[in-house]
């Protein structure tokens, strides 16, 4: 018994007493259990069969199983994180959902650069965080914050984001995202990363009719960072996210 996510064309809610962890069909890869609103970034990404897309922060793999359903054995998928760790988790996934035209990374967003200079069509970042939007179910993420945890993360974003901006096609698309509130890793984050790459611009998913706006006065006064979203757990049937959709100047493919 399942209900639809109204924002997920492919997601589902299910009871609390039901285990879908324990069903073989959950073993064999034939779905993913994932936070509803962890879904969202992927959901909104425009991926389409014969692209290439990166999911640049990736394990353990949730995000990654929907873009390469999305992808449909079409195209290339690199799913990519740095600790190595929870890059087998990652491993695991791709594996298990059966990925042929995928391959796992274990690397520095930079090393990726170097290496992938505006080869990618859509890629998904789903940046290292404070956590905040997690306080309510995750005593680690309760126990770990503090300010300057908060400033440290958004110095983090702000060199992915720029990695991510150096290996994107003209007219390619980035989701950024956070599990935080913090506006210093959220509206504050995409206004630096436009501030420095002017060639970039907002687009509001169409999903964010089901969310909140973000908020340019708690950032530079942008009003493009009001197609930004955000995700209150008080608001919706979620943990608190946040999600901005990026595209690059003219399409060049």
Known sequence: PVTPIPW????????????????????????????????????????????????LCAAPGGKTTELGAR???????????????RTRALLRNVELFGFTNAFVANETPARLRDRFPEFFHKILLDA???????FRKDEN??????????????????????????????????AYSTCTFSPEENEQSIARFL????????????????????HPEWA???????????????????EGHFLALLVKGERSW
């Open 8 to 55: 997920i064309p492919n997601g589902y809610f299910y009871p609390e007493d039901v285990r879908p962890s324990y069903c073989p069909f959950y073993q064999a890869g034939l779905y993913y259990l994932q936070e509803p609103s962890a879904m969202t970034p992927a959901s909104c990404l425009p991926v389409t069969p014969g692209e290439n897309v990166l999911d």
């Open 71 to 85: 992808l449909n054995g079409e195209g290339l998928l690199v799913a990519n994180d740095i600790s190595a760790s």
């Open 128 to 134: 290292p965080c404070s956590g905040e939007g997690m």
């Open 141 to 174: 993420a309760r126990n770990e914050w503090s300010p300057d945890h908060v400033k440290q993360c958004a110095g983090l974003q702000d060199g992915i984001l720029d990695c991510a901006a150096a290996m994107l096609k003209g007219g390619g698309r980035i």
């Open 195 to 214: 501030e420095r790459h002017p060639e970039f611009s907002v687009v509001q998913p169409e999903l964010a009719k089901y969310f909140s706006a973000g």
């Open 220 to 238: 530079d006064g942008n009003e493009e960072l009001k197609k930004t979203v955000r995700i209150w757990p008080h608001l919706a049937d979620g």
